[in-house]
Antibody
Framework: QVELQQSGPGLVKPSQTLSLTCGIS??????????WNWIRQSPSRGLEWLGR?????????EYAVSVKSRMTINSDTSKNQFSLQLNSVTPEDTAVYYC??????????????WGQGTMVTVSS | EIVLTQSPGTLSLSPGERATLSCRAS???????LAWHQQKPGQAPRLLIY???SRATGIPDRFSGSGSGTDFTLTISRLEPEDFAVYYC?????????FGGGTKVEIK
């Protein structure tokens, strides 16, 4: 059974860096048939895809245009996890952040497994 | 990017009734890579339907998806008490993946 476990602080000061980690059990971050996504949800923006990382003989990262200049996704194969770093945060980055698996196997890329969500507030 | 518009915004129904939710895309969804997710308060979304019409593992057969191209529908044949929630469509055939604004199914 695949599970994603998120960790990271719930409060970040403006202009600082938001960092979250998503631990994977039951699958591998370097799987050739999965992509590992970050999504956020806020009342103003709804569900917003932020980016993903995946391994297909080499690592690929993709980012949403809205955060591309501020966001980095890293993968750690030794810990079987991936992480999100969002720099220079503002109150507009306040949201619930989710990690999710996009499985290219049975569900053809649909986001079939989600982390529990982390409410992140940007405030001084 | 593909914009997904869901309607109605809110659906007020009674248990046992049929629910029909619509999702319209601003351009054709590649390969019908369209999913439906259910979200309850305080929980993460849960995948119900992928590929426009295939039920995810463990999803009851009262949930069904249909459609192709730009018009998709989620139908709940007979609402159970646990089905009252918010439903989102999502396309993942083109990058970036995008979500609709959601339809809330509430108890009448």
């Amino acid at each position: 059974q695949v599970e994603l476990q998120q960790s990271g602080p719930g409060l970040v000061k403006p202009s600082q860096t938001l960092s979250l980690t998503c631990g994977i059990s039951g699958d591998s971050v370097s799987s050739n048939s999965a992509a590992w996504n970050w999504i956020r949800q806020s009342p103003s923006r709804g569900l917003e895809w932020l980016g993903r990382t995946y391994y297909r003989s080499k690592w690929y990262n993709e980012y949403a245009v809205s955060v591309k200049s501020r966001m980095t996704i890293n993968s750690d194969t030794s810990k079987n996890q991936f992480s999100l770093q969002l720099n220079s945060v503002t109150p507009e980055d306040t949201a619930v952040y989710y990690c999710a698996r996009g499985s290219m196997g049975g569900t053809r890329g649909a986001f079939d497994i989600w982390g529990q969500g982390t409410m992140v507030t940007v405030s001084s | 990017e593909i914009v997904l518009t869901q309607s109605p915004g809110t659906l007020s129904l009674s248990p046992g009734e049929r629910a029909t939710l619509s999702c319209r895309a601003s351009q054709s969804v590649t390969g019908n890579y369209l999913a439906w997710h259910q979200q309850k308060p305080g929980q993460a979304p849960r995948l119900l339907i992928y590929g426009a019409s295939s039920r995810a593992t463990g999803i009851p057969d009262r949930f069904s998806g249909s459609g192709s191209g730009t018009d998709f529908t989620l139908t709940i044949s007979r609402l159970e008490p646990e089905d009252f929630a918010v439903y989102y469509c999502q396309q993942f055939g083109s990058s970036p993946p995008t979500f609709g604004g959601g339809t809330k199914v509430e108890i009448k």
